[in-house]
């Protein structure tokens, strides 16, 4: 069990008890631990746009998507009003699909942001994906719903190796 926040490393033990789980983790400043996990993630936004259109019968076409054009360039001006440097930024596009018809999709990557991808091999993806969400597939026509772009930005890590207590002290060792 891993404890943190203001009241978690008080109530630990007894849940750890409750629930037979061996081992809790107490990290050090507790109380701060999830503030400092959020300071230190790398960060990200979401583009997304809403489109309707059928995955192209032949399975050789390519799926010309017009619409990444303008969520790559919104997403990079974000990052950039963030100061994240170019050599630091990652834009990652992905398209929602589902069987014509169905109420629900799925998110299937594009890989290369300078080709369009292939309708066989999405096709493919997202049978694949829909088979391990839901247990089956369909010989159906498949749509695109949706264009995303995440874009993140890699933010410096801290070092963490020999932090110290504000009195110099540095923190235990976990104990047994």
């Avoid at 507790?30 to 399975?59: H, N």
């Avoid at 299937?108 to 066989?120: L, S």
Wanted: aromatic fraction near 6%; hydrophobic fraction near 45%; include cysteine.
């Amino acid at each position: 069990l891993f404890a943190y926040g203001g009241s978690g490393p008080l109530v630990a033990a007894v849940l750890a008890h409750e629930l037979s789980v061996p081992t809790v983790v107490v990290p050090p400043h507790p109380g701060v631990f999830s503030a400092w996990g959020m300071q230190t993630l790398d960060l990200v936004r979401d583009f997304s746009l809403t489109l309707i259109e059928k995955l192209p019968a032949d399975e050789g076409d390519s799926v010309e998507i017009g619409e990444f054009a303008d969520l790559l360039l919104q997403a990079d001006e974000a990052l950039a009003r963030e100061g994240i440097p170019a050599e630091d930024r990652t834009l990652l596009r992905s398209v929602e699909m589902r069987y014509d018809g169905q109420e629900h999709t799925l998110e299937i990557p594009v890989d290369g942001a300078a080709r369009a991808p292939i309708a066989g091999d999405l096709r493919a993806r997202f049978t694949a994906q829909h088979e391990a969400a839901y247990g089956f597939a369909l010989d159906d026509a498949v749509e695109i719903v949706g264009c995303r772009v995440r874009a993140v930005g890699r933010l410096p890590k801290v070092n963490v190796d020999g932090v110290r207590d504000a009195d110099g002290r540095e923190s235990p060792p976990p104990a047994p």
